[in-house]
């Protein structure tokens, strides 16, 4: 099981950036599959992007249409943490934002149900 804990969200206007953290402990991120997930008010929760990474290369990385071009999802694994660059931020964009992980490769499915950890989340508003 591997602990996680989210950071960086805020409140950023239209065309701003924030950068998201997801320190782990527990246990090294390698060989995990880590996502970033999003959950608007009223809204299901939907995946955004996930990445594979053994041994600090990068096999596998996946990018939901509408954050492709504008969000990068990456992975230190020295401070065992993922991250999520966001720019180019829309107003749709804000949401409780939630990284997660389970062992094995990452698939475009986005089935939260594979995902057998997460954090506790962290708030992105952008306003208009």
């Known amino acids: 099981q591997v602990l996680l804990v989210e950071s960086g969200g805020g409140s950023v206007q239209t065309g701003g950036s924030l950068r998201l953290s997801c320190s782990a402990s527990?246990?090294?991120?390698?060989?995990?599959?880590m996502a970033w997930f999003r959950q608007a008010p009223g809204k299901e929760r939907e995946g955004v992007a996930n990445?594979?990474?053994?041994?600090?290369?990068?096999?596998?990385?996946y990018y939901v249409p509408f954050v492709k071009g504008r969000f990068t999802i990456s992975e230190d694994s020295a401070k065992n943490t993922l991250y999520l660059e966001m720019n180019s931020l829309k107003p749709e964009d804000t949401a409780m934002y939630y990284c997660?992980?389970?062992?094995?490769?990452?698939?475009?499915?986005?089935?939260?149900?594979?995902?057998?950890?997460w954090g506790q989340g962290t708030q992105v508003t952008v306003s208009s």
């Open positions: 527990g246990s090294t991120l390698n060989g995990y599959c």
């Open positions: 990445i594979y990474t053994v041994n600090g290369n990068t096999f596998y990385d």
């Open positions: 997660a992980a389970f062992w094995g490769r990452c698939s475009s499915s986005f089935d939260s149900r594979s995902y057998t950890d």
